[in-house]
């Protein structure tokens, strides 16, 4: 079992920076892939970034690449999401996830524990 919990969303203006993170517990932590997805209102979550549990490369929408930075810290049980260049069509509630398997996957569906969420609004 994995329990997530975000922190470090809120108001910000279009261009301006903020950095998400995700504190797990649970002792297979470091074996999970972690991914970061995001709903609008009235929109489908929709997947943000990923990452494999060595803490390699990251995976990102195209929306996002370039902009924001997914990492983690095994030792700490957490994940972070940095986010650079906000724009309006930023805002969102953000969502970390864990997936027991091996392979980096874009479906929500696929992960298998969520933290409650954190909003993130940018004012344009």
């Known amino acids: 079992q994995v329990q997530l919990v975000e922190s470090g969303g809120g108001l910000v203006q279009a261009g301006d920076s903020l950095r998400l993170s995700c504190a797990a517990s649970g002792r297979t932590f470091s074996s999970y892939v972690l991914g970061w997805f995001r709903q609008a209102p009235g929109k489908q979550r929709e997947f943000v970034a990923a990452?494999?549990?060595?803490?390699?490369?990251?995976y990102y929408a195209d929306s996002v690449k370039g902009r924001f930075t997914i990492s983690r810290d095994n030792a700490k049980n957490t994940v972070y999401l940095q986010m650079n260049s906000l724009k309006a069509e930023d805002t969102a509630v953000y969502y970390c996830?864990?997936?027991?398997?091996?392979?980096?996957?874009?479906?929500?569906?696929?992960?298998?524990?969520w933290g409650q969420g954190t909003q993130v609004t940018v004012s344009s």
């Open positions: 996830a864990a997936d027991r398997g091996i392979i980096v996957t874009t479906n929500h569906w696929e992960y298998d524990y």
């Open positions: 990452i494999t549990w060595s803490g390699g490369s990251g």
